[in-house]
């Protein structure tokens, strides 16, 4: 008989929190690895299922104990999930409760009227899919993935509020909401006896609209925590176009959300900068845009998503120097502008 190839049983390093550091989201009891693994990307139904498997243990060895999920991450669209739900059937569930899983609704995710945007009923049965897909009994945080200018917010907080009442989330989050859209979310929830825990949006060096818009003066305000997505732009703050651009990156064609049109002579002219101030402190790119971005107090955690286990580690690297000199903060902003 031929004999078969079998991975062998994962046991998680023991030293994993050694070197990770953990931030206390808002006002509340919980606490995040300051690095999280984003799932939104390489982990679908058509990436290889050992490369996705060697990636979430390494991140878990690495001390990051939040992965980050949406009912839409593929493609096709749950495949993610599914990734995720086989991944914890395999390896990862005798660590269940050292895990901080999320997922999310809001995107489209099945044609007709009920598959998105912020209806009760699509957030409700969206949720029960997603456990279904993971195997879980419950997820860590549910967000809503996105505000819904058509459905009342009462509507879609008390969905939200109904997830962690069921006890099929233990927290609530909103994710890419503006300044006064989550402050009116935040009360509305408290009003229903659910705190807002955390907003995901997207921040990096070379989009800080979130700053703009005062979204963190909101969250410290209404007590909840913030999380950024993109922090490398979609790669184009790795350094990674600077001489061109490669074959397989996302610029190449393999994304829809980055074309070569968005690889200008003005963007790889503020990288290279940027990149002479990362060897100065002793860090990559890669490093540098990260640790920016866990500067901001009311940051939580930064979400980074990995294509291969030793991006994990680079990435995690940036905790080992998140200091800014006022002098260096002034020198990035002349660089990529200011607020």
């Known amino acids: 008989m031929e004999r078969q190839n079998r991975v062998a049983p994962y ?16 006002k509340s009891g919980l606490k995040m690895s300051a690095v999280s693994l984003g799932l939104w990307q390489n982990f679908g139904g058509y990436d290889s299922y050992e490369n996705s498997r060697a990636v979430v243990r390494r991140a878990f060895d690495l001390g990051i104990t939040v992965f980050d999920l949406a009912n839409n991450y593929g493609p096709p669209a749950g495949s993610a999930e599914e990734t995720f739900g086989r991944l914890m059937k395999e390896d990862m569930h005798p660590y269940r409760d050292e895990m901080v899983i999320t997922t999310k609704a809001g995107y489209t995710m099945h044609p007709g009227p009920y598959g998105d945007w912020g209806s009760r009923k699509y957030l409700l049965s969206s949720l029960d899919r997603s456990l279904e897909r993971m195997g879980l009994d419950y997820v860590d945080i549910f967000y809503h993935h996105r505000f819904d200018p058509e459905t009342p917010l009462e509507e879609t907080m008390g969905a939200l509020a109904s997830a962690v009442h069921s006890g099929k989330a233990l927290y609530a989050g909103i994710s890419n909401y503006s300044a006064e859209q989550a402050e009116k979310a935040a009360l509305i929830l408290d009003s229903m006896g659910v705190h807002c825990l955390i907003c995901q949006s997207r921040y990096n060096l070379l989009d800080r609209e979130v700053e703009n818009d005062g979204l963190f003066g909101t969250a410290e305000q209404c007590g909840f925590g913030m999380t950024a997505y993109s922090p490398l732009a979609q790669g184009r703050l790795t350094g990674k176009y600077n001489h061109g651009i490669p074959e397989g990156s996302r610029a190449s064609g393999k994304s829809i959300f980055l074309n070569r049109d968005s690889i200008t002579p003005d963007m790889l002219e503020k990288v290279s900068r940027l990149g002479t101030i990362a060897a100065r402190r002793g860090q990559s790119m890669t490093q ?9 107090k009311t940051m939580a955690s930064v979400l980074i998503g990995a294509s291969r286990p030793e991006q994990i580690d680079e990435d995690a690297a940036c905790l080992n120097n998140l200091n800014f000199s006022d002098a260096e903060l002034r020198e990035i902003d002349a660089i990529v502008g200011t607020k």
Do not use: C, F
Request: positive net charge; glycine residues 12%.
């Open 11 to 26: 046991v998680a390093d023991e030293g994993r929190y050694g070197t990770m550091q953990y931030r206390r989201v808002g």
């Open 288 to 296: 540098l845009a990260l640790s920016w971005i866990l500067r901001e």
